[in-house]
């Protein structure tokens, strides 16, 4: 979509003099009669359109991939990576990437251009906002009954997250663009833990480092006995099948 944006138009909603105003196929958004007419037939427009374009053509080998099922493999999956890793995509591929042409081929797996790096980000629908900060509430109390506040943090499920890197959950894939072998694949996931991790951690994370720790009171609708539950201990994700983007 993006590739094929500047070539795929729209018109949008005419205004007083008559006149429509062009949107491009991501601009479409702005406006709902062009985004009404960006339906399925976008896909058939790019695979049909002759353009020599490279933005056309970059998109139709794309399309092309989808079709015949060659999909971007998944190097390595980082879930919850927020708490422990940089989640900057141009940063990330900037630090694991490789950029000399005099190197094994189990390691052109990591060159620049065959890398790609993809943050999927997962909220409570506020960002990093917590919503429970600016949803009011009504008591039980007689005099109370009809006022209606938020709730203090510590009245706050136990399941609900208070820090801000928790809030917004974020999960990291690293992507080869070629198709290579199954031991190629097992390979380049050995050599990120044991050397392209690291590259990408937080020094607030660096060992010797304390975190801030953070309790909350169970709310008054769950068992004195009830904990925050705990994050688990980081595993690497090691997806089997071709992840698509």
Excluded at 79 to 106: F, G, M, W
Excluded at 236 to 241: C, G
Aim: include cysteine.
């Amino acid at each position: 979509m993006e590739a094929a944006a500047e070539h795929i138009i729209f018109e949008g909603v005419e205004d007083p003099s008559g006149a429509r105003k062009a949107y491009n196929l991501l601009e479409s958004v702005k406006d709902p009669e062009a985004f009404s007419q960006v339906t399925d037939c976008v896909i058939n427009e790019i695979v049909r359109s002759a353009s020599q374009d490279r933005g056309m053509r970059d998109a139709r080998k794309i399309v092309k991939r989808i079709h015949e099922r060659k999909l971007y493999q998944c190097i390595i999956e980082l879930p919850h990576a927020q708490t422990e890793y940089l989640t900057d995509r141009a940063e990330i591929k900037k630090l694991i990437e490789v950029d000399d042409d005099d190197i094994s081929p189990d390691e052109r797996i990591w060159k620049k251009e065959n890398l790609v790096v993809e943050v999927s980000s997962f909220t409570y629908g506020m960002q990093t906002k917590n919503p429970f900060e600016h949803i009011p509430f009504y008591t039980k109390s007689h005099t109370d009954r009809d006022k209606a506040e938020c709730l203090p943090e510590k009245k706050w499920p136990v399941d609900v997250p208070s820090d801000e890197d928790k809030i917004e959950d974020k999960t990291v894939r690293i992507y080869s663009r070629n198709l290579v072998t199954d031991d190629v694949l097992k390979k380049a996931r050995e050599d990120f833990e044991k050397h392209h991790a690291q590259k990408i951690k937080l020094e607030r994370n660096v060992p010797g480092t304390p975190t801030k720790q953070r309790s909350r009171q169970p709310s008054q609708a769950e068992e004195p006995e009830a904990a925050v539950s705990q994050v688990p201990k980081r595993n690497f994700s090691h997806p089997t099948d071709q992840s698509s983007m």
